[in-house]
């Protein structure tokens, strides 16, 4: 099928890279003329391990970019909204990229006489796919919804880190359609994938998205509170985890307490879900719960650090790992900002590295007499009088730690890395 994909980030690029490498012919567009020139000469505007591979092979055959929206809507049968839905200030969400990318839609399908189908994967509250994009669409093309053009929701399930395994192996795809024609389309785009498909109304899509990270969310802020709680009980909350995690029912993943969740998703989908369910006279209650304990997590990294080493003034603290989770260099949301900020307030100096975020976090965090950029992992411990240990890069396990006090926030070091660290102290551990 012909496919165009609006947007070209961690999902936009994956999606189109993804349905090339099926043999689709794949056009993805961006605002971002620096995306569009790295993907037309194979680069991957974000780090995702497999992704430079991926494009060496389909570009320029199956996949290209552009800035051209109308060009790339108007020659594609299928298009793919793939940008950002960030958190407004009042943590409700943001749709103005979409309303954009919408209406670029639109402006495109106004001459266009065949049936379009536009799939919506960028995760939006529910509702918004109808009442905003598809409306937008109709505004600026002149059409109407479910006649002229079909509008869906796949909800994008993908890891960061993990994300081209996801995408061609799925544990499932969740289709939202609310017509017959719009349906068939999509059951022929996705007969490629051979995981379970659940087909819904649009509504349920977007709401499946949202209810799935505030689950996973709610597990981790559950496993926080306890490992908070365990910790001064003197038990291994690790342990409490693989035991629960037996149980079928509960499952082992996502009862890994540490420092809290960040990331471009949970805090952001999690806050709008809250928004969302307030708007409509709703009080979510478990899910503010779920946000406090998170919030609160980063602090504690700090508070050890302060305990074991009395003033952390004029001291100097590595901060390792900036990302939010290993495999990515996404900074966006991630406890490293928080505990950066926290430090900062205690007149301590910071020496951070990780091995993809620097670069994005030296946009937010720019090098400065209080805060320098290691070059590698050991620099920043050697120069270091504690580390702060906030993302669980498997490559800090094998560093000299030597008599260093070291705060893991992520269960970094397993337990045979441990013995070798003099003064080692986890943060629910
Ligand atoms: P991103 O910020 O990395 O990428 C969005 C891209 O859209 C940017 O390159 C931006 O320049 C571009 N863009 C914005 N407006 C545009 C327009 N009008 N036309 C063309 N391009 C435009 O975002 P992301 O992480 O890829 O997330 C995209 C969506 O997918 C979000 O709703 C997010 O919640 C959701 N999602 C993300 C992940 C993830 O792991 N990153 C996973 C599942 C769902």
């Given at each position: 099928m012909k496919i165009s994909v609006i947007g070209t980030g961690y999902v936009g690029a994956i999606t189109a890279a993804g349905f090339a490498k099926l043999g689709h012919d794949v056009v993805c567009v961006d605002v971002d003329q620096r995306k569009v020139d790295l993907i037309n000469s194979k680069t991957p505007p974000i780090f995702e391990e497999g992704l430079p591979e991926l494009l060496a092979e389909v570009v320029p055959s199956k996949l290209s970019a552009t800035l051209d929206i109308a060009k790339a809507v108007r020659e594609s049968e299928v298009t793919f909204i793939c940008v950002g839905t960030p958190s407004a200030k009042d943590g409700s969400i943001d749709l103005s990229y979409i309303r954009s990318a919408s209406a670029g839609i639109g402006a495109a399908l106004k001459g266009k006489t065949d049936f379009h189908v536009v799939i919506m994967k960028s995760t939006v509250v529910p509702g918004t796919s109808d009442t905003v994009a598809a409306v937008e669409i109709a505004k600026a093309s002149g059409k109407t919804a479910g006649k002229d053009f079909g509008m869906a929701m796949v909800p994008e399930f993908l890891r960061e880190g993990k994300a081209i395994e996801d995408f061609f192996e799925p544990d499932r795809i969740v289709v939202g359609t609310s017509d017959e024609k719009t349906r068939q389309v999509?059951?022929?785009?996705?007969?490629?994938?051979?995981?379970?498909?659940?087909?819904?109304?649009?509504?349920?899509?977007?709401?499946?998205?949202?209810?799935?990270?505030?689950?996973?969310?709610?597990?981790?802020s559950f496993i926080n509170e306890l490992g908070n709680f365990c910790k001064t009980q003197g038990i291994d909350t690790y342990n409490v985890a693989d035991g629960m995690g037996l149980d079928t029912r509960i499952g082992r993943k996502f009862l890994n307490s540490g420092c809290g969740f960040g990331g471009s998703c949970f805090p952001k989908d999690v806050s709008a879900l809250q928004s969302l369910m307030k708007s409509k006279g709703f009080a979510p209650m478990l899910l503010d719960a779920v946000m406090e304990v998170n919030a609160r997590q980063p602090a504690k990294m700090v508070a050890i650090a302060q305990k074991r080493t009395g003033s952390l003034s004029g001291k100097t603290v590595g901060l390792l790992g900036?990302?939010?989770?290993?495999?990515?260099?996404?900074?966006?949301?991630?406890?490293?900002?928080?505990?950066?900020?926290?430090?900062?307030?205690?007149?301590?100096?910071?020496?951070?590295?990780?091995?993809?975020?620097?670069e994005n976090f030296k946009r937010k965090f720019p090098a400065s007499g209080g805060l320098e950029y290691a070059k590698t992992a050991q620099e920043a411990i050697d120069k270091s009088d504690v580390i702060l240990l906030v993302t669980d890069w498997p490559q800090f396990n094998t560093l000299n730690y030597g008599s260093k006090n070291v705060i893991d926030g992520k269960n970094c070091l397993d337990y045979a890395s441990r013995k070798k660290?003099?003064?080692?102290?986890?943060?629910c551990w």
């Open positions: 999509l059951e022929k785009l996705f007969s490629q994938f051979s995981c379970a498909k659940l087909y819904v109304d649009v509504k349920t899509a977007e709401m499946i998205k949202y209810a799935s990270n505030s689950f996973l969310a709610t597990k981790i900036l990302a939010f989770k290993p495999g990515t260099d996404d900074i966006r949301d991630s406890p490293a900002i928080p505990i950066a900020e926290a430090l900062q307030k205690t007149g301590a100096k910071i020496v951070a590295y990780d091995p993809e975020g620097m660290v003099k003064n080692y102290e986890g943060i």
